[in-house]
């Protein structure tokens, strides 16, 4: 799951069975991530991973969510600074 269409049928799953102010407290945990033949195996830095965080922000933008997002990174700081631009720039909102 990957891409906008993908995340906007997760996300609207989500509001059918668990009504749409479920999407309104969401927690989300988001890193890159490194996968082995087990599964993940590590959380890697965004520009590392294959994760389209862009696409995931404009379906959370278009299903009118909010909540939290965790950035899991192992450069969290500088990671959690570009999600929030990306998420300024698509919402609109204005930098402080």
Do not use: T
Request: net charge positive; hydrophobic share 35%; glycine share 8%.
């Amino acid at each position: 799951m990957n891409s906008y269409d993908e995340w906007s049928r997760l996300l609207d799953g989500y509001a059918r069975a668990l009504g749409s102010e479920a999407l309104k407290r969401l927690h989300i945990h988001l890193s890159g991530i490194e996968y082995g033949p087990k599964g993940e195996k590590n959380h890697v830095p965004l520009a590392d991973g294959d994760l389209k965080f862009k696409d995931l922000f404009r379906a959370l933008k278009a299903f009118e969510c909010a909540g939290r997002i965790l950035c899991e990174s192992p450069i969290m700081e500088e990671d959690a600074l570009k999600m929030k631009k990306a998420w300024k720039r698509l919402s609109g909102e204005k930098e402080k």
